[in-house]
């Protein structure tokens, strides 16, 4: 079974703090994402990597930049943290397939900032 | 270009009752689809995909989802409500090619069931 481990499950961090949120897949999958989920928006991708040290934006990157130096991590970055990144951040994975493999999920990571 | 619209962001029903959740899509290309669930507290967990095989898509805990091309249309239903199936419901879409393997994801509708 596929296992995405997302390092916290809440957060709470002040403004103008750098924050960084960490995610493991144990599956060799190739594409890894990161969203952002608030209520009413549903799922909004910040960034997502097709390989190890590749990135592309999502629809929302402003405030955020990610890092992915091995395969099987992927971190996401807020440089200086604000009140509005508030929300629950999820991370997944899935086989680079040309979109017919489903992305697996994390459990998701609450951040409050303050 | 390809989007979600997921009609209605809050459906109730009775225990036992139908549960339809309607889910539109938008897609210049063939388009694969997908149903997620999401529990209190969790990450997204995948219900049901369509990847152009049959149209009559069975997925986990009774649900199943019809594609229908001429109504641009992957509605889930299950039959009979459970009390836990109380959870939000996520429609997605992508394609052959999808651009680095990338999901659409509409907003969400919340499922509540009476008992």
């Known amino acids: 079974d596929v296992k995405v481990t997302q390092s916290s499950r809440y957060l709470v961090k002040r403004t103008g703090e750098k924050v960084f949120l960490e995610c493991v897949q144990d599956?060799?999958?190739?594409?890894m994402f990161w969203y952002r989920q608030d209520p009413g928006l549903g799922l909004r991708l910040i960034y997502f990597?097709?390989?190890?040290?590749?990135?592309e934006k999502g629809d929302i990157p402003e405030g955020y930049s990610v890092s992915r130096e091995k395969k099987e991590r992927f971190s996401l970055i807020l440089e200086s943290a604000s009140t509005n990144q508030t929300s629950m951040y999820l991370c997944?994975?899935?086989?680079?397939?040309?979109?017919?493999?489903?992305?697996?999920f994390g459990n998701g990571t609450r951040l409050t900032v303050t | 270009a390809q989007s979600v619209t997921q009609l209605g962001s809050h459906v109730s029903v009775s225990e036992g009752a139908l549960v339809l959740l309607r889910c539109n899509y938008s897609?210049?290309?063939?388009?694969?689809l997908f149903w997620y669930v999401q529990y209190p507290n969790q990450g997204l967990q995948l219900l049901l995909k369509?990847?152009?095989?049959?149209?009559l898509v069975k997925g986990i805990n009774g649900f199943e989802a019809e594609f229908k091309k001429s109504e641009t249309s992957f509605h889930l239903t299950k039959p009979s409500a459970h009390m836990s199936d109380a959870a939000e419901y996520f429609c997605?879409?992508?394609?052959?090619?999808?651009?680095?393997?990338?999901?659409?994801f509409g907003r969400g509708t919340q499922l509540t069931v009476w008992p």
């Open positions: 997944a994975s899935s086989l680079r397939t040309g979109g017919i493999s489903p992305l697996h």
């Open positions: 599956m060799d999958h190739e594409n």
């Open positions: 990597s097709y390989d190890v040290k590749m990135k």
């Open positions: 897609s210049s290309v063939p388009p694969y």
């Open positions: 369509y990847t152009s095989a049959a149209t």
């Open positions: 997605a879409v992508s394609g052959p090619g999808s651009t680095l393997g990338r999901l659409y």
